[in-house]
């Protein structure tokens, strides 16, 4: 009986018959029953974020365009083939200063019931640096392996909004960093999202950025959402976790911010203080050695909390 604590549909039929035959008896209704319809809660494990995020750095220099992500992207949907949700491959034209260039966003959806969503966010490319082995385990690796863990979690998690993870494509800059020339898959996901009004359902976005550093130091981002921000600070309050979040940061432009300026509750969680005078950043120094399990655990706690706050109305 201490078995059936898992779904139902892994229950051999000689057991359900069983147990019919024996609740029909009224004989036995054992207390542990009602939990048989539960399903294990997946807690974050910050150590099989760093494994994903591993996995994905050993795919190499990952640009937009490359060998390189259309392989990581392949070894992305066989990850999440396994976990049940629905997969939607959002395939565009960057219109780069270097030229065209294929990008996709991977968007995997657990559908719930109440016409509202929840979204969970972060890139996949690394950034083109000429000259230079960039393999961007923090950025971003961090944001891919945090993504692949965190699918396990709203996997097992009761919900009744839509939970979206999107794995962005083309957040880097190809020349220099302008409105036009960065995040191209965010803006082309928010526009899409604009014209078929999915965008009006989402309660709350969160992107991920760079969350993997060892010494972490989340930014206070003045583009995200104040209440979204409150939000985090008391849960990290609640878990002690307070002396990881700086009082300021100033405005930060990331995947978030194209559904910032569409008018979405949204948030960003980025370290951008990753070395001394962030001297890691875009550089070949950003490795795995850099990276802690303990940083993903931190972010991936706050995150589920977050999510199942903004899940049940908060
Ligand atoms: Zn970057």
Same mark, same amino acid.
């Given at each position: 009986?201490?078995?059936?604590?898992r779904p139902y549909q892994s229950i051999p039929l000689t057991s359900l018959w069983i147990g019919s035959v024996?609740?029909?008896?009224?004989?036995?209704?054992?207390?542990?029953?009602?939990?048989?319809?539960?399903?294990?809660?997946?807690?974050?494990?910050?150590?099989?974020?760093?494994? @994903?995020?591993?996995?994905?750095?050993?795919?190499?220099?990952?640009?937009?365009?490359?060998?390189? =992500? &259309?392989?990581?992207?392949?070894?992305? =949907?066989?990850?999440?083939?396994?976990?049940?949700?629905?997969? &939607? /491959? $959002?395939?565009?034209?960057?219109?780069?200063?270097?030229?065209?260039?294929?990008?996709?966003? /991977?968007? @995997?959806?657990?559908?719930?019931?109440?016409?509202?969503?929840? %979204?969970?966010?972060?890139?996949?490319?690394?950034?083109?640096?000429? *000259?230079?082995?960039?393999?961007?385990?923090?950025?971003?690796?961090?944001?891919?392996?945090?993504?692949?863990?965190?699918?396990?979690?709203?996997? &097992? *998690?009761?919900?009744?909004?839509?939970?979206?993870?999107?794995?962005?494509?083309?957040?880097?800059?190809?020349?220099?960093?302008? $409105?036009?020339?960065?995040? @191209?898959?965010?803006?082309?996901?928010?526009?899409?999202?604009?014209? $078929?009004?999915?965008l009006g359902k989402i309660r709350a976005l969160i992107n991920?950025? *760079?969350?993997?550093?060892?010494? #972490?130091?989340?930014?206070?981002?003045?583009?995200?959402?104040?209440?979204?921000?409150?939000?985090?600070?008391?849960?990290?309050?609640?878990?002690?976790?307070?002396?990881?979040?700086?009082?300021?940061?100033?405005?930060? $432009?990331?995947?978030?911010?194209?559904?910032?300026?569409?008018? %979405?509750?949204?948030?960003?969680?980025?370290?951008?203080?990753?070395?001394?005078?962030?001297? @890691?950043?875009?550089?070949?120094?950003?490795?795995?050695?850099? /990276?802690?399990?303990?940083? #993903?655990?931190?972010?991936?706690?706050?995150?589920?909390?977050?999510?199942?706050?903004?899940? &049940?109305?908060?």
């Open positions: 009986m201490h078995k059936t604590n024996l609740l029909g008896l009224g004989t036995f209704v054992h207390p542990l029953a009602a939990l048989a319809t539960e399903r294990q809660a997946h807690k974050f494990s910050g150590s099989a974020a760093l494994g @994903y995020t591993r996995r994905a750095v050993s795919f190499g220099e990952r640009s937009s365009g490359s060998d390189a =992500i &259309s392989q990581l992207r392949k070894w992305i =949907i066989s990850e999440l083939n396994p976990l049940g949700g629905q997969l &939607s /491959l $959002d395939s565009f034209t960057g219109e780069t200063p270097a030229g065209p260039v294929p990008m996709t966003n /991977l968007i @995997y959806k657990f559908p719930g019931k109440s016409g509202k969503s929840v %979204v969970i966010t972060g890139h996949y490319d690394t950034k083109r640096i000429p *000259m230079v082995h960039f393999v961007g385990a923090n950025d971003a690796g961090s944001s891919t392996g945090f993504l692949l863990e965190f699918a396990r979690v709203i996997q &097992s *998690m009761e919900h009744t909004d839509d939970i979206y993870l999107a794995f962005f494509d083309g957040e880097e800059a190809v020349a220099q960093w302008t $409105d036009t020339d960065s995040r @191209y898959g965010s803006r082309h996901l928010a526009g899409k999202w604009a014209e $078929d009004g999915t991920i950025d *760079m969350i993997g550093d060892r010494d #972490l130091d989340i930014a206070n981002d003045e583009n995200s959402s104040p209440r979204l921000k409150q939000m985090v600070a008391q849960i990290a309050a609640k878990l002690g976790d307070s002396k990881y979040f700086l009082e300021t940061g100033g405005r930060i $432009d990331d995947d978030h911010k194209p559904f910032v300026d569409a008018g %979405v509750n949204a948030i960003d969680i980025i370290d951008l203080d990753y070395g001394a005078q962030n001297s @890691y950043w875009h550089t070949a120094k950003d490795t795995m050695d850099k /990276l802690s399990a303990h940083s #993903l655990q931190m972010v991936g706690d706050i995150v589920t909390e977050l999510v199942k706050e903004l899940e &049940s109305g908060k």
